[in-house]
């Protein structure tokens, strides 16, 4: 049986049963059991956002080491745009670029000039005919999820289009076998350095019947002051940057759809404003758009919460670093705007969507029903105290026998009280 490799974690040891991530998970994956979280894998979607509420430091993303890279003979860097905001008075990104050949890559590969060629193929697809508007962007990894667990009446309205990070890989690759024609591509070691753990679980899981071409995904977090000790500003570097402004922007909320040059876009980010924005399209809420971009973390990928840098900061600073860039250093022939194959993928991963009590029919019905005569004697205050993040949630655990009624302790108080006072 398929098992879902997730890279949230939950360290026991740290966890004290407190409710703050019981009540930010956005799929309710997370239940207070024995006095600890419990995070269920089937509705997990990685965002991470139980890591950046969590008080205690008992959520963790499990990376990999950069050691786990000596096992290949050529080793190819993918710096995420978000990289280049995470480093104060930059001002040239070949710094970056050039500090990462000093750790040991032999190569780098900028997921900023693989973003600006996706921006092309999204600008021609968005030309066809007979496509399911608005297009969803398949960038976010935590949204695709979201989507196959918690709305999969939208599948259709995702673009079928690898992200960034994989044609970067794809990319990557292929110059390294042109370039260097003794190599054989099991020689060849492609590494993600990641904001989010969402890309991180992508990685690991593939994406359906894909399987993808990074072999080792880093956090920036484990690789900022490795690579910050081997920048050394006022040096020259050679000129290794191949993107521009449309590539960077990718790293903050909105970048992606402004490169479409179409205003008919909406772009949101934050994983609750992302659900909010799924749940009007799924009810044909929204105004008619060409487009939507959605990102999990607060300011898009600036905001993930493998990054050291406040996301605000880190986004002013690619400001910066944009002003003085070409729009664009990347272009294709009419040949290959044609969307290729290797960009576009074909299927999506089979979940059960969590909304889904039971695969009969009936039975989900009179579950349904059960639940909401349950709800109806809950006393409709969320507290959390059951280990539920909310009283709806809490009477779907009973009705699947995952907990008992008695664990309301509200409604054990008002029923002794009730008691209490009868025998006065």
Known sequence: MYTYEHSVYLDVEKCNGCTTCLKHCPTEAIRIRDNHAV????????CGECIRVCPHSAKKAICNKLSDMDRFKYKIALPAPTLYGQFDNLDDVDYVLDGLLKLGFDDVFEVSAAAELVSIYTRNYLKKKNIKKPLISSACP????????????LKE????????????????????????????DSDIGVCFISPCPAKVSYVR????????????????????????????????????????????GWATSGGESTAIFNDSY?????????????????????PPLEYIELNACTGGCVGGVLTIQNPFIAKARLQGLRRYLPVSQNFLSKEDEQLPDSVMF???PVYKPISRLSDSMQESMRMML??????EELPGIDCGSCGAPNCRAFAEDIVKKQTNLENCLIRQRTLKKGESDNDG
């Open 142 to 153: 935590a949204v695709m999820r979201l989507i196959c667990l918690r709305f999969p009446s």
């Open 346 to 348: 074909d299927d999506f």
């Open 370 to 375: 059960e639940i909401q005569k349950l709800r």
């Open 157 to 184: 309205n995702i673009i079928p289009m690898l992200p960034p990070m994989e044609v970067a890989a794809r990319l990557a690759r292929e110059k390294a076998l042109r370039e260097h024609p003794d190599l054989k």
């Open 266 to 286: 909406l772009a949101a980010d934050g994983i609750d404003n992302c659900n909010k924005v799924l749940d009007q399209i799924e009810n044909g809420n929204i």
């Open 205 to 248: 899981n593939g994406f359906a019947e894909y399987e993808s071409l990074v072999d080792v995904v880093v956090s920036i977090k484990d690789i900022y002051f490795k690579l910050i000790s081997k920048m050394k500003y006022g040096e020259d570097v050679r000129s290794l940057s191949a993107s521009g402004m449309i590539g960077i």
């Open 39 to 46: 995070i269920n894998g089937e509705r997990c979607i990685d």
